[in-house]
């Protein structure tokens, strides 16, 4: 199976800041990677695909890069409502999907 | 628009059975796969399998391999995860999403509380 890992686990932010979350695949995915973000209590929410791609109706400060077995999700300027955690998951796999374990983005 | 509803929260002893069921709607279900994730209670997002809303294929976690079926009912667009021989650590908020093997997870249900207890 296809392990990733995210880090970091926890940061801390401030509304405005730069933040940068982190995915690594234990094998070459090729771009096959998508972000949720999930708010306590909520079901997780795609924010883009294909590593880069946007979903309709999410913000253009999120942002996400990357290829062959490292990708990152960058939001550029922390808003209040961006305070929740996020997570990576590869669907490159034909058996499995595999979430990274997550990163909370708190104050 | 695309809605998956879930159905709710269900109690359940060790041992015993739960079936989850999603209703979707705006879309056509035959055309996507219905995968369904657990989250145990302050963990992170596990996935547990998929079922082809097409033709009824399923592919299940290894780990749940002989306790878990996922089917789907084409007259009423839902589809239902049973999980059977419960024990303490499936107690879990259990979600649908449309997507599976391939693709990524679009939609999602509000989700289901499993609480697994004696």
């Known amino acids: 199976d296809i392990q990733m890992t995210q880090s970091p686990s926890s940061l801390s932010a401030s509304v405005g800041d730069r933040v940068t979350i982190t995915c690594r695949a234990s094998q070459g995915i090729s771009n096959s990677l998508a972000w949720y973000q999930q708010k306590p209590g909520k079901a997780p929410k795609l924010l883009l695909y294909a590593a880069s791609r946007l979903e309709s109706g999410v913000p253009s400060r999120f942002s996400g890069s990357g290829s062959g077995t490292a990708y990152t999700l960058t939001i550029s300027s922390l808003q209040p409502e961006d305070f929740a955690t996020y997570y990576c998951?590869?669907?490159?796999?034909?058996?499995?999907?595999?979430f990274g374990q997550g990163t909370k983005v708190e104050v | 628009q695309v809605q998956l509803v879930q159905s709710g929260a269900e109690v359940r002893k060790p041992g015993a059975s739960v079936k989850v069921s999603c209703k979707a709607s705006?879309?056509?279900?035959?055309?996507?796969?219905i995968s369904w994730v657990r989250q145990a209670p302050g963990q992170g997002l596990k996935w547990m399998g998929w079922v082809s809303a097409n033709n009824g294929n399923t592919n299940y976690a290894q780990k749940l391999q002989g306790r878990v079926t996922m089917t789907t009912d084409t007259s009423t667009s839902t589809a239902y995860m049973e999980l059977r021989s419960l024990r303490s650590d499936d107690t879990a908020v259990y979600y649908c999403?449309?997507?599976?093997?391939?693709?990524?997870?679009?939609?999602w249900g509000q989700g289901t509380l499993v609480t697994v207890s004696s």
């Open positions: 999403a449309r997507g599976f093997y391939g693709s990524w997870a679009d939609y």
């Open positions: 998951q590869q669907y490159y796999s034909t058996l499995t999907w595999t």
């Open positions: 705006g879309y056509t279900f035959t055309s996507y796969g």
